[in-house]
């Protein structure tokens, strides 16, 4: 199946564990910094601008805004990135392989951009993402080596 053949419900949860996953990359570290917090919203904002329109996640990022703009409270009212890893995952296994990575390299880049905010990625940031991917199934710990210095666009 491919992402954009989802329910609206299930394209919202993917969403919402986008957002979840780079509020939690910021709080990895002890510290949910202005300027994180600031890249988030970038992304959400520019996410669509940034891919193509025959990535899967486009209809994802098209929704970001709305979702967010929708309520003032969002991002409290969001459980942990962790915590939504159990309904994720039957979502993914309904997902062709392709479309899956896909969406998940996408999310890994965002939770890396808002990781890389100031210049660096800590360590415990670090670990927050590659676990968090590694409960998914994904082990994106390679990938985290390889990207680990590139600035961010």
């Not at 800590?122 to 998914?136: A, G």
Request: aromatic letters at 8%; one cysteine or more.
């Amino acid at each position: 199946m491919k992402i954009s053949e989802l329910s609206d419900t299930s394209k919202d949860f993917l969403c919402d564990f986008k957002i979840a996953a780079m509020v939690g990359t910021s709080l990895a570290d002890g510290n949910l910094s202005e300027e994180e917090i600031g890249m988030v919203n970038h992304i959400i904002d520019n996410d669509r601008d940034y891919i193509d329109s025959n990535h899967p996640a486009y209809d994802i990022s098209s929704k970001l805004r709305k979702r967010v703009m929708s309520n003032d409270k969002y991002f409290e009212q969001l459980p942990s990135a962790h915590a939504m890893v159990e309904r994720l995952n039957p979502i993914l296994d309904s997902l062709d392989e392709e479309e899956s990575n896909q969406y998940a390299w996408w999310v890994m880049l965002g939770c890396n951009m808002v990781a890389t905010m100031d210049g660096k990625r800590d360590m415990s940031e670090s670990v927050y993402i590659v676990d968090l991917f590694r409960n998914l199934g994904w082990d994106y710990s390679q990938a985290m080596d390889e990207i680990r210095d590139k600035p961010v666009e």
